[in-house]
């Protein structure tokens, strides 16, 4: 296949360049200056190339790398009520996403032994639409002591270990300071990243304490729940596993951060973040008008933390940006006390886009930034970079097609995760993906495209575009894959 005349943006280039991408088996084999692919005798077709090779003309669109989502809670199995791979999948290829990493803990039983994972990818990769790696997860239920043979016997099959310091989940409970700095040091030695959820439990046990008890039978209101997750929880919690990981600092990675003064410690011991696009978009205030479909786990912050975070994502201090993606149906949402309404939104879908509109079109961050915000940071962070996060010879030919000249809506009846109540709904954003490709597949098409490659649908269709791959296309990635 040729993509010819894209504007693509490649590593290393300030700007996009007109070229023509050439994929064979799956791979980019060369991307070549464009323009010189005029009939079937231009300079940049090979003689030897087949006449019925398929060739896109992509005139007028833009060719990004495919984007990285690497923290995805898709549920499966266990919690499919809230999500699936399909769906979730599905969700992902429809944003631009073309690898996802799943989180150990929200499925059943949790990936803390090589049997569990055995049997999710067993699950799993009958329905992936996109490529997807695990990681392994580290909780309150182990023995320091036995963490080591936990890591060495699940590295293998994983791109990195998670862990909390406070958890919601009855099966995945948090770890205390010994456990942390024993996953700590076994992770570093087995050479995969442990990734924290940073909230601090004491800070967050006494402002619930204030915020759910003294109220008494009164109704909850939103600031009861912001107010019981402080923002403060997440600087003591960094700084408290910056110090037990001792050494081993670098290694870790604090998922989901929130405030600009945690990112900066972080990066200031070598340690590695992460932001999620809710964090750039909303704020505390928000909450009066979006209620539980604005709720997460740790909630959006106060609103001068956005733009500070904008300006950490710029320059680097923030490696990369994820969705948390976690969706919940309708009854687990709306529970009228926003004390007990689920906290995660379905957000693989509207990560790239977002980050396109807000970020890249409205120049908040350069094109190489946009780049390792989108895909490169968590691809060099997860050992996948020989083969994804850049447009460049030798690698998988996972790339979106976005037309710039269209605006997109976040219409909640043209997402395809099982769940759509998300806060990012109505939002007008500049860009319009027509495609994402994994591995050279079109995945995901906008009904124009799909018209114009002449393919249909039997996976799942809305008024925007559609599936065209079968599940179980997504391909399992470990530590490593070229
Ligand atoms: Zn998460």
Redesign the pocket.
């Known amino acids: 296949m040729i993509i010819t005349n894209v504007a693509a943006a490649l590593p290393g280039e300030r700007d996009f360049r007109l070229v023509d991408i050439f994929i064979k088996e799956g791979k980019i084999t060369a991307i070549k200056e464009a323009g010189t692919l005029k009939g079937a005798g231009g300079p940049n077709v090979d003689p030897a190339r087949s006449a019925d090779e398929e060739i896109l003309d992509a005139k007028g669109l833009l060719a990004f790398p495919g984007a990285i989502d690497p923290?995805v809670?898709f549920d499966e199995p266990g919690f499919t009520h809230r999500e699936d791979f399909m769906h979730g999948s599905a969700e992902a290829a429809r944003g631009g996403v073309t690898t996802v990493i799943d989180?150990p803990c929200t499925s059943i039983p949790p990936v803390t032994a090589p049997h569990a994972l055995e049997e999710k990818l067993s699950i799993v990769r009958e329905k992936a639409l996109v490529d997807f790696a695990f990681y392994g997860g580290i909780n309150g239920h182990m023995k320091p002591e036995d963490i080591p043979q936990v890591v060495e016997s699940l590295a293998p099959n994983v791109v990195g270990f998670k862990s909390y310091f406070i958890s919601g989940m009855d099966t995945f409970p948090a770890v205390d300071e010994a456990q942390f700095a024993a996953a700590a040091q076994a992770c570093a030695k087995g050479g995969r990243p442990l990734l924290l959820?940073a909230e601090d439990p004491d800070v967050i046990a006494e402002a619930t304490r204030e915020r759910a008890f003294i109220r008494g039978t009164q109704k909850h209101q939103w600031i009861d729940y912001y107010a019981s997750r402080p923002m403060d929880a997440e600087m003591a919690a960094v700084l408290k596993a910056l110090k037990l990981a001792g050494q081993y600092a670098k290694n870790i990675h604090i998922?989901?951060v929130g405030t600009a003064k945690a990112a900066i410690a972080v990066s200031e011991r070598g340690a590695t973040c992460e932001t999620c696009a809710h964090y750039l978009a909303f704020d505390e205030t928000d909450f009066a008008r979006l209620g539980a479909a604005l709720k997460t786990a740790p909630p959006v912050k106060a609103p001068e933390q956005k733009a500070m975070l904008w300006h950490l994502l710029a320059d680097g201090q923030i490696g990369f940006v994820t969705s948390?993606h976690?969706g919940a149906p309708e009854y687990e949402k709306y529970t009228d006390d926003p004390l007990t309404a689920y906290g995660?939104i379905p957000g693989t879908g509207t990560l790239f886009p977002y980050l396109l509109s807000e970020g890249l079109f409205a120049k908040r961050l350069p094109l190489e930034r946009f780049l390792e915000a989108t895909s490169g940071g968590a691809a060099r962070r997860y050992g996948l970079w020989q083969a994804k996060g850049s447009l460049l010879p030798g690698k998988d030919a996972d790339f979106v097609l976005v037309d710039p000249d269209h605006t997109s809506r976040v219409i909640p009846s043209n997402m395809m995760s099982k769940s759509a109540i998300t806060p990012f709904a109505g939002m007008l954003l500049s860009g319009r993906i027509e495609g994402t490709f994994v591995r050279g597949s079109c995945v995901y098409a906008s009904v124009r495209l799909a018209a114009a490659l002449g393919k249909k649908s039997d996976t799942i269709v809305n008024e925007a575009g559609m599936i065209l791959a079968r599940p179980g296309f997504g391909k399992f990635l470990t530590w490593g894959y070229r």
């Open positions: 923290h809670h989180m959820h998922v989901h948390d976690a995660g």
